[in-house]
C-alpha cells in the first residue's frame, strides 16, 4: 500500500496542502537526478543551437583545432618520439594535414558568409579520412606505438570525429 506524503506549499497568501504519493516523489527525484546528470548532452545541444545560428563559427572552431594538433603532433610527439613510439616521418606527416585542414578552415570563414554546408561537408570529410590514415599509421606501427602513442592517436580520432559528425549535421542544414 502507497503511504501518503503531505507537503505545505505557500502561494502567496494562500496556504494549501499538496497530496503527493511517495511513488510520485521517487519519479520526480528520478526525472531531476536524470537531467542534472545529463549535463554533457545539454552543453552539446546548446553548442548546437549556437552553432546553427552561426555555422561558420565551427571553422573557427576546427582551424584552431587543427592548429593545436599540428602543434601536438610536429612539435610535441616529435621531440618525445621515444615515450610515443610514433617516427618522426609519421608525426610530420599527420602533422602537415591539419596545417592544410586550418588554410582552408580560416578561409572558409572568412569568405563563405552564404550556404556554408558545402565547404562544412568537405572539411568533415576531409577529418573523417585523416581519422583512417590516422589509424592506417597506428595499426602500421602498433610494434613501436607505447599505450601513451595509442591513447593520443584514440583520443585526437574521438575527438576529431565528434567534430564531423556536429560539421556534417550541421552542412544539412545549411
Known amino acids: 500500500m502507497r503511504s501518503i506524503f503531505y507537503e505545505q506549499i505557500t502561494l502567496g497568501r494562500q496556504k494549501t496542502i499538496a497530496c503527493i504519493t511517495c ?16 549535463l554533457p548532452g ?6 548546437e543551437k549556437t552553432l546553427n545560428e552561426n555555422p561558420r563559427t565551427l571553422f573557427l572552431i576546427d582551424g584552431v583545432g587543427a592548429i593545436v594538433s599540428a602543434f601536438l603532433l610536429g ?3 616529435v621531440r618525445w618520439e621515444r615515450v610515443f613510439g610514433i617516427p618522426a616521418p609519421t608525426l610530420y606527416l599527420l602533422a602537415s594535414l591539419p596545417v592544410l585542414f586550418a588554410v582552408y578552415d580560416f578561409y572558409c570563414y572568412q569568405t563563405q558568409k552564404e550556404k556554408p554546408g558545402v565547404f562544412l561537408r568537405t572539411i568533415a570529410l576531409a577529418n573523417l579520412l585523416y581519422c583512417l590514415l590516422s589509424m592506417g599509421f597506428a595499426f602500421y606501427h602498433f610494434p613501436t606505438i607505447t599505450i601513451w602513442g595509442g591513447a593520443y ?6 575527438i576529431v570525429v565528434l567534430l564531423a559528425m556536429l560539421e556534417l549535421r550541421l552542412a544539412k542544414r545549411h
Open 23 to 38: 511513488q510520485t516523489l521517487v519519479n520526480y527525484r528520478r526525472r531531476v537526478a536524470a537531467q542534472q546528470f545529463d
Open 42 to 47: 545539454m552543453l552539446l545541444e546548446q553548442l
Open 153 to 158: 592517436i584514440l583520443s585526437e580520432i574521438l
Open 75 to 77: 612539435v610535441v610527439l
